[in-house]
């Protein structure tokens, strides 16, 4: 399954068909979150670019190295820093985005640079000083996210999306069709994924993760749930999360569950009147309790008890 010797210290390849990579981020690289190669014929699709330009330009070879071209097209997923930070490598692409993650990225994406560019190299200092604590699975997650962001910043240049749709846009190669949809926001504001409709292929951005817990206080869990509901009647075989490896339906319905089981887990403390600060207390549930990111869970419980409190 995989595509020759390792391309990148940042992600590994791995083909999902003939013509259709996933690059998936290794820990303590500088990509941080997965994106994927399309062979369309005729025309080459990139989704998501990864936290850093230096990733990015590892991509942008891969990308041609396994479909003879340049990428045409890459898809933005949602504006958050490490989907969207290697887009300026690419020469002169179409850069797909929903209107909502164009104004994201152009004003929150902005603000995240500029506090990046004030705080960032203060974070990276304390954590390789030891004084952050981090379990150890997390270790190296944390030295490639915080590292990346600090070697990337002086180079760095927020590439905006240039072409923005509202529900659809189809991409018709000579080799495949590429859906490009989103059915509004769940992780984030406003959430974009790639359908393969020949190949049942399905990439997630950060609506899906796949042992790792998944951020989920930019966005609206109800909706999040409602959204993964309505990609599994698509009938993807195979699906690509924004963070971890790529699998089949389970690991939607793995998603799904982690949700709904955090749900349920604040709503029983809350029923019970125990204060907001307890949360922190609260086991993760045994099924993700091996799941990287671990310290995103305290904050996920936070973020699910104050929507509650606020009906
Ligand atoms: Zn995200």
């Known amino acids: 399954m995989n595509a020759g010797p390792r391309p990148s210290r940042h992600f590994r390849l791995q083909e999902l068909a003939s013509g259709v990579h996933a690059a998936v981020a290794v820990d303590g690289g500088y990509a941080l979150s997965n994106s994927a190669v399309v062979d369309l014929g005729g025309a080459t699709l990139v989704f998501d670019t990864g936290l850093t330009p230096r990733s990015g330009a590892d991509l942008a070879r891969a990308a041609r190295r396994l479909t003879g071209r340049p990428a045409d097209y890459l898809v933005n997923s949602h504006w958050h820093h490490d989907h969207i930070r290697g887009n300026q490598v690419f020469a002169n692409p179409r850069v797909i985005a929903t209107t909502e993650t164009w104004e994201l990225i152009r004003t929150r994406g902005a603000e995240d640079v500029a506090s990046d560019r004030a705080e960032a190299k ?62 509004g926001g769940g992780h984030s504001p406003s959430d974009t994924f790639v359908f393969l409709p020949d190949d ?4 997630l951005g950060d609506l ?38 790529p699998g089949g339906p389970r690991v939607l319905s793995a998603m799904r569950e982690y949700v709904t089981s955090a749900q349920r887990q604040v709503a029983r403390h809350r029923r019970a009147h125990r204060p907001r600060k307890e949360l922190a207390g609260l086991a993760i549930p045994e ?12 904050d996920t419980l936070r973020f699910l008890y104050g929507r509650a409190a606020r009906g």
């Open 287 to 298: 099924k993700f309790r091996n799941w990287k990111f671990s310290s995103f869970y305290p």
């Open 200 to 203: 049942r292929i399905a990439f």
């Open 122 to 183: 203060v974070r990276w200092e304390e954590f390789a000083a030891g004084k952050v604590p981090t379990p150890p699975r997390d270790r190296a997650l944390l030295r490639g996210w915080l590292g990346g962001i600090v070697d990337s910043l002086p180079k760095l240049r927020l590439t905006l999306p240039n072409l923005t749709f509202d529900s659809e846009l189809v991409l018709r190669g000579t080799r495949r069709t590429a859906r490009i949809l989103t059915y």
């Open 208 to 245: 899906l993760s796949n042992g790792y817990h998944p951020w989920l206080g930019d966005g609206n869990p109800d909706t999040l749930v409602q959204i993964l509901d309505r990609i599994s009647s698509l009938g993807p075989r195979t699906l690509l999360p924004g963070h971890g490896a």
